[in-house]
Structures are given as C-alpha cells and as structure tokens.
C-alpha cells in the first residue's frame, strides 16, 4: 500500500476509538449510572491509552516521510499529512511518564479544587493546584522546545493551532483599553431607559425542551445525525456523523436552556458540517477551538440574541408557555436577551462584560505558566484584574478564582479561544451579511438556510484544510482584528443604539 | 510480576474493553441517531478486533500455563485461570479469515432476513442462510476439534459451557413426550372455565415506565448501577455495575412491558450481584446462557406471575392506571398473565407452550450443523414439527421458520438454554422455598429480599466459580432434571390447578 492510504487508514481505525471515546465521555455526562463511575474510568483510559499508542506508533513517522515524499496527491491529501505530522509531532513530544503524572495530579486536584471551591478555601487548592501548574509548565517546555515556542504558546497550540500569545496580546489590549469605558457607558445608557419586564414563569420543563428541539430544527440541526440531552455543565459532543448537544433547564428562565441550546447547536452545525470524504481523518476535524466558538456564538449572539430571530421566535416563545401582554412582545424580548450587568461569574456574563473575564483569565495564566508570578499571589492578582477590567471586587475565592475548572483540570492556554471565537463570530457573520444581504431578512422568516448555506462554504465544509488565518482571510477578506467585534458591540450595545 | 497477577491484569485490560463494547452496544440500540450506524460499526468492529487480539496475545497462553503451575493460589484464582484458559482455547482455535468470513456472511444474511421475513420469501434467503450455516459448521469442527466434541457441541459449548447435546436431548424428549398431551388438557380446562375479565385501556407510556421502576426497585434492582431505557427489542446489556435494560411500550397492554421488565430485571439482578472482587475477570462473570436465563425466568414466571406477586401488584397496578372493578382483582390478573394460547410466534409464547418452540428449533440447528438434513428442507421440518408439538401449523414462513434473527445472525446452538433456563428457574425457586419457607409470603407483601438473599449467595455471587452442574447441584441438591419444571406447569396449570 502507497505511503499516504496506509496513513489514512492508520487514522481512520485511530478515528473509530476517539469515536468510541466520544460517546463513552457523553454517556459519562448524561446517562451514566453513578456506581458504574469507576469501571467507566477504566474504560476511557485505557482507550485514551490505545489511542495514544496509535498517533504514537513507530510506523506512523516513516508513513508521513513517506506521504509527504509521495506525488499526485491533492490539496486535501497534503494537508492532511501536514495535520497528522502536526498531532504526532506534539503526541511524541511528552514522555509517558510526565503524561501519566500529569494526569494524576490532575485527578487529585480537581477533586480538592470541587471542596475548596464550595469552600471559598484558596490556601486548601494551593498545593494541589501548584502541582498541576509545574506539570503543565514542565509539558509546555518539553512541546515548546520541539516546537520552537514559549512554553505558553505550545499549551495554547494545542488548542489552536497557529496561535501565538504576541498577537493575542495586540488583539486583546486594544479590547481592554476599549471595553471598560463602554461598559460603563453601555451601563449608564441602559440604566436611563425603562427596565425590561420580567416573564412570569413557571416553565415547564417538557415544553422548554419541545421549544429547543423546534428551534434546533429551524436553524439547520440535523437529527438524523445527533441528539439533545440533559447534563451538568452544557456541552457539544459525541462522535463523527453523531452529534450529541446538551442543556440544563430552569424552570424559572427558559431563556437560559434556551439560548445554550442555540450556542450548543452552533458547535453541532460545525461539527455535523465537516467534510464528509475526510470526516474520520485529522484534515476533516474543526479547524481550531477559536472557530469552533465562533460559530457557537455567532449561532448564539450574532443570530438568536438579534431583533430579526426574536421577532420570529417570540410567538413561538408565547405558544410554548402560554405567555401573554407586553413582557411577550419581541421588543421586550430583545432588551431581556441583550441586558448588560456586571458580575462574578464568567459562564453568567453577557456579551459585553464576557471578554473581561477571559482576558483577566489569559494574562494570569500566561504569568504563571511563564513563572512570573507566584501561584500564591493569585487571588490577589486576580481581584485587581477584576477591578481593572470590570470595576467590581469578588467577596470571595468562591466567585473569584475558584471558579473555573479550567485550571484544576490541565487547561491551561484553552481560556483566550472564548474571546478569539466571540471577535470571529463577529467578522464572520459580518462577511456573510455582506456577501448574502439577505440573511437577516431570512432570519426574521425563521429561514436559516442562506446563512448556514454561507457557513458551510466558507467554515465547516472547510475543515482543516487551511491554517486558521487562511481560512477568515478567505471567508471575509482578512485575518482576525477587534474592530468588527467592536462595532458589533457600538451597534448593539452603544448609546446610539435603539432600545437601550 | 508472578504469572497470576500479571494474567489477571491482562484480563481486566480485556474487560475494560469489553465494558466499553457494551455500552456501545446499548447506545446502538438504545439512543443511537440512525445516520450514525456506519460511524458505529467502524467502532465496535474495532474495538472486537482490539479485544480479540487481547485475548490470543501470544503471552496469554505462557501465563496461563505459569499460573497453573503457580503454588498458594485460592479456589478462585484456580477458578479464573479455568475460565481464562477456556476463553482462550476457544478464541485462538479459530483462524482469522474463518472468523471474518463468518462476519461477512452474517452482516449481508441478516439484511436479505429483514426483507425475506416481511415477504415470507425462504427462497431468497436460502443461499445466504447456508452460507452462514456453512461458516457455522465449519466454526464448530474446529473448535470441536480443539476441544474433543461434535460440531454443533462445540458451537453449544460457546453459550452453555459444559453443555452436551446428548444431555438435553434427554431431557427435551422428556419434555416433548409430555407437553402435548398436557396442553390439550390445559387448553380443555381453561375452556371450561370463564375467560379472565380483558383490561381497558389505553395506559399511558409514562404511567408504565414509572410502574415499571415501582416495580424494578420493589424486587432489588440498584439503580446506582443500572438503567431503565427503551429498544426495539427487549435486553439487559451495558457494562460491570452498569447494567442497562430495556423494554418497549404498547399503551393497549401495560402487562407485555411490564413482565417484560421484570423478566430483564431477573437477568440484572444476576449481573448486579456477581461478585465484586472478581467483577472485571472472566470467573466473576454469569456462568452460562441457561443459568442467566434461569434468572429471568425465576423472577418473571416463577415469581411476579405467581398469585402472590399478583396479589401484592393489583392495588399497585390501579393505582397506577386508574383502574377498577373486577377486571383488575387480582384472582383475575393472575388469570390473565397465566393464560395459554398455542401460537406460531415464539416470543409471544406462554410458559407452557414456549418449550416447544425451543424444542422444534433445537432439533432442527442440530440436525442441519450435523448435516443430517438440506437447510431447503427447513420450512417442511418446521412446520412439521410445529404440527407434531403444538398441534398447529403456520400459514407461511414469516411466522415459520424465517421469525427468528438466530440463525441469519450465527447464533447456533443458542435456542436450547432458552428451556434448559426455565427448568433451572423452576428447580432453583422450589429450592429456595424449600430453604426459605417464608419467600412466598414474603413476595405478597411485595418483599423480595429472602428470595433475593437466597439467589445472591446460591447463584450471583457465584459468578463462574463452578461448573454448571455444580453450581445447580450446590444450590438445589442435584443436576438438572425436568421434574421440578414439570410439577410447576402441573400446580400452575393443570386441571387440578385453581382458577384453571
């Protein structure tokens, strides 16, 4: 067998168990019997284990040597290569041992990090914590010195390929300088105008889920090929061609289930999206984590939270829960879906305030791992980040820095893709407006065709075929800045804006 | 590592996998969206391809050999390198392209059995069926081989370790000489008296499954380590201490579901109760087909349709359906659920006539794995033999012989443990009410805990630590006979019987 089908097939078998593992780890979050805990365990590492053993296996670097010396193979096939090399070049970077440590001390703090959180109980985390973090240093300067990059920048390549904290930093420092003064101006426009009116609940959870599941086929989810369930924490997982979404719902706000819904199927879209010919090889998997959060939020913020989809949905919102009187009307809607407010909490924080908490996040983070500053000094760090960034001063670790699982768990460099995907939302769904005028007028109709038509050219059908600057330069005419996002922002959110 | 230690490792390395199939497994048949089918099989093809090669890896046969002859171990551990080494005599027999082209053959005759059963077209799965049959004969020489029996022994030995057919044709002739006869006389009983009261319905989905778990928590069922889900056709599946039924819903009849659960809550017991210490090795799984079936039989006919049951679950059963009046006494559910009809289809069979139509099958996969009969003589043999043991013959094959996905799918030598199962049940429930007078009472007072007391320590925590034989003549004080069995049909439905 040539070189490059040996390869290909290789990955396809290495496909089949991360789809095995794929569904293992969201029947571990929705349907999993506690008791079954520990066998499950089991499982997953030992597939993680075999997986591992696959990118890893000695055959694999001779088949690439081989691939890419090979001729007549297409745009698809070379970049192809050009991903493989990429996950086996890093998967061999790491000794077993300092993975199987890693892992270890992971477990163990994540399991202290769920007590002193609840506790408000930094100093408990501490140790823990400091362990993980020299751990994850010591893998970002074993990756970063095969990579030639800093040792932040080999964590965060992970996770999005091409990524260098240089640039994240002019992009994010020109968003700091802008957003507090506009928060506060946003804040003062929103608080001279009459609040929006409350909706009365309760409700009921059958009826949220029947409005998700409408609303999830409205804009393009394919149920032939995923799912909706319940779980903890939202997510979008599942397998090649087996798209799994997840919520939780409030019996006292719909809206909350329902928009994550929309975000989560933003992420599904992507995913169901992806080149079918290449679906189970490392060309035809999401391009980035900043791409793949663009499209959750460009589903979710630049499309769901907009007056042309509330317009549609609001009476569908009403024929859902019996709702009735001005709270109902469209225009109500819009201001309770685009409300700004500061606050703590990073999963709870809107559009405007949600940057703030990221960019606090990347520069503590990029401190640490970059050894300058010590993990103690973190809570204090932190809380002036907060008043820095957002004017506000958490009362405790427990909505301060204990708050993410991010950290505990060993992932550290994945923070900054939340905003990187927030300003490509924007730039995106900004392209696609020019390039498709009618795609808000459609939106009104609840007819998501043109601009998920626009999408899959341009993102998902694209896979991994380009790097990520590669593909927004293709799909809408440059590489990323904030100034889109901003705009976005002044649009929406401004004191010219209407309805705020 | 001592040889012992190392081989057990191994083998929970193995059952990892194994856990991770079976999920897998239910999720096909349980939440699976259709255009993830092919996805799947690329993962469960996989991963018993990848536990195949775990259990032939050539150090197994070493360490099995160096654990034999390791001194200090304990009955159990003696126990394990048993099963181990039958496990792994059986898989290494078998060369790998007859394994696939067994697969092969099965894949393609169980798509033309979908459509040649909706026809009732035998014909036009006559090749493919002997293909399959072919593959299956010669699957059993060479384990037969290797093990010092007859073809289709050897192909029985698979589900029935240590099962021989010339064992169970004394015992079906026992059977097959008495049950015509004592149909007749049943079937004339029942006629002389009034019919049972039908039940009106419909009852709703949510109001079964939720008697259903009523019912699944009253006789033991954990759900700490266990689910109640929903398939096309009824199974207990899932992993260790995961342990996942199903069932399905008919709004106009709540009892089909309903004994149903409770017949899969009897196999779930059993892989609930196998002993923890040995839960991940091949001792501490369920001993044979029969013993598993004679769990879900025991609970399903010996005890929920027995009087007492019926008495405890009637004001339960109102209650959950809103029913009343006579129809829904319990004298008249237990005239209902112990009703006998003489049908064609064998899954719709009552307890009296089921053994026929397992006698009828095990006679024929026999003969045609011997060679002893054209596979195009099948639909004559069939329903000949229908004619002989229940007195009816069907109008076509759809309800003949193509009804069952058995033999399309390679499961030969399967259908005798369905009846070896209920006379089990039957020998082991006198057994345990002979050892624990009060387990009747207990049961109409919706107790299960003597009954369940009695099963776990005769039988679920035996896992496979003795042979069958053993593990029936430890528990009831003898072999297997059809006495016990019969005596029950007898009390239960014989002309001497009450409400008969």
């Known amino acids: 067998m040539p070189a490059y089908a040996d390869l290909a097939a290789h990955f396809a078998r290495a496909a089949a168990l991360a789809n095995s593992i794929g569904i293992l780890q969201w029947d571990s979050d929705t349907m999993m019997p506690k008791g079954a805990a520990e066998t499950r365990a089991e499982s997953l590492a030992l597939l993680r284990v075999l997986h591992h053993g696959m990118v890893c296996d000695p055959k694999v670097g001779d088949l690439i040597a081989g691939a890419e010396a090979e001729s007549g193979l297409g745009d698809w096939e070379r970049a192809n290569i050009r991903e493989i090399r990429r996950l086996w070049t890093v998967q061999t970077a790491l000794p077993a041992d300092l993975v199987e440590a ?5 477990s163990r703090c994540e399991m202290a990090w769920r007590k002193a959180r609840a506790e408000a109980d930094f100093p ?19 990756k970063g010195e095969k990579l030639g990059l800093s040792p932040y920048d080999a ?12 640039r994240i930093d002019a992009l994010f420092d020109d968003l700091a300088a802008f957003l507090p003064g506009f928060t506060q101006e946003v804040l003062e426009a929103q608080a001279r105008r009459p609040a929006p009116l409350p909706l009365q609940g309760p409700f009921p959870v059958a009826a949220q889920r029947a409005l998700g599941l409408e609303m999830m086929q409205v804009v393009g989810f394919d149920f032939e090929r ?3 369930d319940v779980s903890t924490h939202p997510f979008c997982g599942g397998a090649d061609n087996d798209v799994r979404i997840t919520t939780r719902y409030d019996e006292a706000d719909f809206a909350r289930a329902l928009m994550g819904v929309m975000h989560e199927t933003g992420h599904a879209l992507y995913e169901q999206g992806r080149p079918q010919a290449m679906v189970h090889q490392p060309v035809g998997q999401a391009r980035s984590m900043s791409v793949h959060e663009s499209q959750s939020l460009l589903m979710e913020m630049q499309a769901c939270r907009s007056r042309e989809f509330l317009a549609f949905a609001a009476p569908r919102m009403r024929a859902a829960f019996g709702g009735a009187g001005p709270a109902w009307e469209a225009d109500n809607l819009y201001k309770l879906y685009t409300r700004v407010e500061r606050g703590f909490i990073r999963v709870d924080a809107d559009e405007v305030t949600y940057p703030a908490h ?27 980040g907060m008043r820095d960034l957002l004017g506000i001063t958490p009362p405790d670790d427990r909505v301060g820095c204990l708050q993410d699982i991010h950290w505990p768990s060993g992932g550290w460099g994945y923070f900054p893709t939340y905003t990187l995907g927030a300003m490509t939302a924007a730039q995106l769904f900004d392209a696609a407006r020019r390039a498709v005028p009618e795609i808000p007028g459609a939106i009104a109709r609840g007819d998501f065709a043109p601009l998920l038509a626009w999408l899959r050219e341009n993102v998902h059908s694209q896979g991994s075929l380009l790097e990520t600057d590669d593909l927004l330069t293709r799909a809408t005419g440059r590489p990323l800045d904030a100034s889109v996002f901003k705009a976005h922002l002044l649009r929406r959110y401004g004191s010219e804006a209407t309805a705020h």
Chains 1, 2 share one sequence.
């Open 124 to 142: 408990a985390l501490l140790p823990l914590l400091a362990e993980v973090l020299s751990l994850q240093r010591q893998i970002g300067i074993v």
């Open 155 to 166: 964590l965060l390549n992970d996770y999005e390929p091409g990524g260098r904290s240089a």
């Open 358 to 384: 990221v960019i606090l996040r990347y520069r503590l983070e990029k401190a640490l791992i970059g050894d300058e500053m010590p993990l103690a000094e973190l809570p204090a760090a932190w809380n002036a």
């Open 226 to 228: 995923g799912r909706l």
């Open 102 to 106: 890693s892992s270890r001390a992971v």
